[in-house]
């Protein structure tokens, strides 16, 4: 069973480029969440994704950042204009149903280690 | 205020021996779920544990367990004959709101940086 894949793993961006993070849900899943981990920090939570739809993106910076989950295919958490304060690594998790049930917990994806240089 | 508070930035335990790492939590919800996450120098955040607020017993998962005092809101782990391959970063995490009705997201805490010594 595959869990959730993030990918790149890691990912160098020059300042001012576009960083495009992928991450395909555990199969079966339709709800994913986008956190950051700046360095030394905890998980914070950036959006929160149904298929085709945003529920709570209360964590995205107002500007740069976006995320979408098509019907087909990965979400994408998209930043553009990358400034160094973007370094982070970025978590992706999926669950089957709104995080609704007690033993079906946020597993994680391994994340994308971004670098803005 | 800080939802989630882990006040041991880091720890060094003796192998075979147990461990206690300390979370407590602020919420005024009624309803809300605890976690616990281990993150090994690889990176990966590796489940460990839940705690439902409604849950009269401890939570246990193998050498896991989770020593759940609601009034004093908090929420330790304990790590029972600790052995190398548990040095790592910990975190402790909140879900505030009943489950499945749109408060999915977590909230962490800073982490607890736990080093075995063999």
């Known amino acids: 069973n595959a869990g959730v894949m993030q990918n790149p793993r890691h990912l160098v961006r020059r300042r001012g480029q576009e960083a495009r993070l992928r991450c395909s849900p555990v199969?079966?899943?339709?709800?994913v969440y986008w956190y950051r981990q700046l360095p030394e920090e905890g998980l914070k939570f950036m959006v929160y994704l149904q298929k085709e739809n945003i529920i709570d993106e209360s964590g995205m910076p107002k500007e740069r950042f976006s995320a979408e989950f098509p019907k087909e295919g990965p979400s994408i958490l998209r930043i553009q204009q990358v400034v160094r304060g973007d370094s982070a690594a970025y978590f992706c998790?999926?669950?089957?149903?709104?995080?609704?049930?007690?033993?079906?917990?946020?597993?994680f994806g391994n994340g994308t280690r971004l670098t803005v240089t | 205020a800080q939802k989630i508070t882990q006040t041991q930035p880091g720890m060094f335990v003796q192998e075979k021996e147990a461990v206690t790492l300390d979370c407590t939590y602020d919420?005024?919800?009624?309803?809300?779920?605890l976690f616990w996450y281990k993150q090994p120098s690889s990176g990966e955040m590796i489940f460990l544990i839940y705690?439902?607020?409604?849950?009269?017993q401890n939570a246990t998962e193998g050498r896991y367990s989770l020593n759940f005092q609601k009034a004093r809101k908090s929420a330790n782990l304990v790590i029972s004959a600790s052995q190398l391959g548990d040095s790592a970063m910990y975190f402790c995490?909140?879900?505030?709101?009943?489950?499945?009705?749109?408060?999915?997201?977590?909230?962490f805490g800073t982490g607890t940086r736990l080093t075995i010594i063999p």
């Open positions: 199969k079966g899943h339709s709800h």
């Open positions: 998790a999926s669950s089957p149903r709104g995080f609704g049930q007690i033993n079906s917990p946020l597993h």
């Open positions: 705690q439902g607020s409604y849950d009269e």
């Open positions: 995490a909140m879900r505030e709101g009943p489950l499945g009705f749109g408060n999915e997201k977590l909230t």
């Open positions: 919420t005024s919800d009624q309803s809300y779920g």
